[in-house]
């Protein structure tokens, strides 16, 4: 029966997992494809004055009382040449904006998977830390019924603080990753997570 409680509990911690990096990374996306756009429109916006190039030139001849207009064919030339040009630049830079947003994407996602892995992997090695008190209990028991020497308990108190600062650090630097990442992509996705690890303790 526990073991089905277990199961069902991690089962839907899994898929709540899931779904917030759906949630996260699709609204990543989401403005991601927004700049992509918006620089794109604005290159296609600024390629569409260069038809002034080709406008005919209008001037009036005082003499014959006649206004004369005269194009350019070699502004006209030029003109179909800079636009089929443009085209093929502009295409070129979507696809290389979007292989970029997929690989920026693809980054972000193997980051933040590496972070949720050593989160759920110190979660596992706290869930543990009832075993090591009450290891260290025992030895601190024994040595106060003088059936360990002193040199022995010290030890013991010296492994337990030394495990305790390796947690501490690991702890730390897991804080300091969560916080980083939620900056890089201005959203807090790791709410929950922070606040397990801002209220658990040392033992």
């Known amino acids: 029966m526990k073991f089905i409680i277990y199961f069902i509990t991690i089962t839907c911690s899994f898929l709540s997992k899931g779904q917030d990096r759906i949630m996260v990374f699709s609204e990543i996306e989401k403005l991601k494809t927004q700049k992509i756009d918006s620089l794109l429109n604005f290159n296609t916006d600024k390629n569409k004055l260069q038809y002034l190039a080709v406008l005919p030139s209008i001037s009036y001849d005082f003499f014959e009382n006649s206004f004369n207009v005269g194009i350019s064919l070699s502004n006209l030339s030029n003109f179909y040449q800079t ?16 292989e970029k947003k997929e690989n920026d994407l693809f980054t972000l996602e193997k980051e933040y998977e590496l972070i949720l892995d050593t989160y759920e992997i110190l979660k596992l090695e706290l869930d543990n830390t009832t075993l090591t008190k009450e290891i260290f209990n025992l030895k ?5 019924n003088n059936k360990i020497t002193l040199e022995d308990w010290l030890n013991v108190q010296k492994n337990f603080q030394d495990r305790n ?5 690991k702890r730390q630097n897991l804080i300091s990753k969560m916080k980083q990442f939620e900056a890089k992509i201005r959203k807090h996705c790791f709410v929950e997570e922070l606040k397990y690890l801002d209220f658990v303790k040392i033992i």
């Open 83 to 98: 636009k089929h040009r443009n085209k093929i630049e502009l295409e070129k830079l979507k696809f290389q904006l979007l």
């Open 140 to 144: 601190k028991a024994q040595y106060e």
């Open 165 to 169: 600062l390796v947690f501490f650090a």
